[in-house]
């Protein structure tokens, strides 16, 4: 049983569509991070969230914690083909980092 | 800017083999983890370091083994592989605590046994 369920675990859009990836889990975390992955190399941050609530833009991607600290979105407005990647939501618990199973996003032209 | 270092980037082996993933990092970060990432799992961690001197299971510790060598370098041993060890090996390391840091990932290292 995975601590961090994301969901869908595939995505395969258009260019130019909206998307929301969640991150959801019966525990409480202390923070909540966004890694996304490509082919070949090791994750790379997107962002942190600390506080229930919080909510913040990096560009086109929106990122939320939920209030009670056990769940997160991801919302990416106006997909493109770069945005192409795993994206993985991982949550601090205990000195360490649990990973969600990922989201595989394809944006196609 | 190395950041994380893996060696090897890939490795093939026998059921009942042994080898030892090397893992360095040039950030003085204090923080040092294991995962294995395999298909539809994400990443699992199999062991992590919070400092220099100390090790700590993981979610996945069954069948290996670490040694925090000192503050750069955190090494993982497979005794004696097994297929079911097939998958890809990342070390990462962090500056911060309690899990709230960024982690910086080496490349990953593909291991297949056969």
């Known amino acids: 049983t995975q601590l961090l369920e994301q969901s869908p675990q595939f995505l395969s859009i258009q260019e130019g569509e909206n998307l929301t990836v969640y991150c959801n889990s019966s525990?409480?975390?202390?923070?909540l991070q966004w890694y996304r992955q490509e082919p070949g190399e090791g994750p790379v941050l997107l962002v942190t969230?600390?506080?229930?609530?919080e909510v913040k833009k990096l560009k086109r991607l929106t990122f939320q914690f939920g209030d009670a600290r056990k769940d997160s979105s991801l919302h990416i407005t106006a997909a493109q083909p770069g945005d192409t990647g795993l994206y993985l939501c991982?949550?601090?618990?205990?000195?360490?980092?649990?990973f969600g199973q990922g989201t595989e996003l394809s944006v196609k032209p | 800017n190395a950041g994380v270092t893996q060696t090897p980037k890939f490795q093939v082996l026998k059921t009942g083999q042994s080898m030892t993933l090397q893992c360095a990092q040039d950030?003085?970060?204090?923080?040092m983890y294991w995962y294995r990432q395999d298909p539809g799992m994400g990443l699992r961690l199999i062991y992590y370091?919070?400092?220099?001197?100390?090790?700590d299971k993981g979610e996945v510790p069954n069948g290996y083994n670490v040694s925090r060598l000192n503050k750069r370098e955190f090494s993982l041993r497979l005794e004696s592989a097994a297929p079911s060890q097939t998958s890809v090996y990342f070390c990462?390391?962090?500056?911060?605590?309690?899990?709230?840091?960024?982690?910086?990932f080496g490349e990953g290292s593909r291991l297949t046994v056969l």
């Open positions: 991982a949550g601090g618990q205990g000195g360490k980092l649990i």
């Open positions: 370091s919070a400092s220099e001197g100390t090790t």
């Open positions: 525990s409480v975390f202390s923070s």
């Open positions: 990462a390391s962090s500056g911060g605590r309690g899990g709230s840091g960024e982690l910086f």
């Open positions: 950030m003085n970060h204090n923080s």
């Open positions: 969230v600390v506080t229930g609530g």
